[in-house]
């Protein structure tokens, strides 16, 4: 059964993959809230390893155990004054080894420009003021299909009001991810690999008087991750120094549509694929550096003169159990993310989240299950 879920999930990322239509993209729906990937150069999709890592692929849920709850804070760098643009998300997972991982995610985005109009598909003016307040819901499950092989799917729905005008799509999300030890030895070490298909459903539909719609971005990843550890056996930690690598590819596979006028986004008929790596040094599972490079071959808002976003960030895990002397393992996590963007600006991302490794739902003994 596993095996053709599986197979299930592999085709319908195939066929959705090879279909390429004009779209408008939209930028509340490819925006991450959350440090640690974000300072990775969103090379996430193949560790997935928070609660905010179903926006990448929501075959990492399987691997969460126990239950987290975290809180991510982006702001944007704006040009004109009285301008305001952040993004909030507020997400939670519960992993168990008895019925796999679940997660929920609720985003809102807020935008407001006084001095840009607002456009209709015909290119009328139907509002002076740019005033947008987004909302995505998103619910999702992911199983191990094998010991090395997880695969997940993720419910989305969002709602967005501009100026007045209200609109809201629903879709799903199709993700897998493959990981086992490389090295197989005493330092422990995990190779990943991740592939997600995102935004497979209906466009957005405007309550205007043309009916307008926006087609949600369609976004194909694919990416790795090697993790590796040098054990340590003090009071404070299992291990001393770690490294993590990543790297990802992501392209937008619904084109943008040059003559159409979309209530927000880029118009960039040159948009392709991108790539990003990142990598992620740790001392004690305390402390951790991160670094992460996008490359867009084109022009972009995000990018600098070069093509190339950077981006700075840490973290600390306070391993608080520890500390306290409590038995079930217990971690506050707080990142911090800084990514330079085009003209000097940079935007500002903070992630806090408190993670309970205990397993609720843990399976049965081998004798219960056969009484």
Not at 18 to 47: K, M, N, W
Not at 177 to 188: N, Q, T
Request: charged letters at 15%; proline letters at 5%; one cysteine or more.
């Amino acid at each position: 059964m596993k095996k053709y879920l599986l197979l299930s999930i592999i085709s319908i990322i195939y066929s959705a993959a090879s279909t390429r239509c004009a779209a408008q993209v939209l930028d509340p729906y490819e925006v991450p809230v959350d440090a640690r990937s974000a300072s990775l150069g969103e090379g996430f999709v193949a560790i997935a390893s928070s609660p905010a890592g179903m926006f990448y692929n929501a075959a990492g849920l399987a691997q969460l155990q126990g239950t987290e709850a975290q809180y991510g804070y982006r702001t944007f760098p704006v040009s004109t004054p009285n301008s305001v643009s952040n993004y909030t998300n507020y997400s939670a997972t519960l992993g168990s080894s008895l019925f796999g991982g679940f997660g929920v995610s609720y985003s809102t985005h807020i935008y407001d420009n006084p001095t840009i109009p607002v456009y209709n598909r015909d290119s009328q003016i139907i509002a002076n003021n740019y005033n947008e307040t987004s909302t995505i819901l998103q619910i999702g499950y992911a199983n191990h299909l094998s010991p090395t092989m997880d695969a997940g799917v993720m419910f989305g729905y969002s709602h967005r009001n501009i100026s007045g005008l209200l609109g809201s799509a629903e879709w799903l999300d199709f993700g897998i991810r493959y990981h086992e030890s490389l090295l197989k030895s005493r330092v422990p070490d995990e190779f990943s690999f991740g592939l997600s298909l995102t935004h497979i459903g209906s466009p957005i539909e405007y309550n205007d008087a043309i009916g307008s719609t926006e087609t949600l971005p369609r976004t194909l990843r694919a990416g790795f991750a090697w993790h590796i550890a040098q054990p340590d056996t003090s009071w404070i930690a299992n291990q001393f120094l770690s490294v993590l690598i990543t790297g990802q590819y992501k392209d937008v596979l619904n084109q943008l549509n040059p003559g159409a006028i979309g209530y927000l986004g880029e118009e960039n008929p040159n948009a392709k694929g991108y790539w990003s790596i990142g990598i992620e040094t740790g001392a004690w599972d305390i402390l951790f550096f991160r670094y992460g490079l996008l490359y867009r071959p084109y022009n972009s808002v995000y990018s600098n003169a070069n093509n190339e976003q950077n981006s700075l960030g840490g973290g600390i895990k306070l391993p608080v159990h520890r500390l306290l002397s409590i038995s079930t393992p217990v971690y506050l996590t707080f990142d911090y993310d800084a990514g330079y963007l085009l003209a000097g600006g940079h935007e500002n991302i903070v992630t806090a989240g408190i993670h309970i490794l205990n397993d609720f739902f843990p399976p049965q003994p081998q004798q219960d299950m056969q009484q």
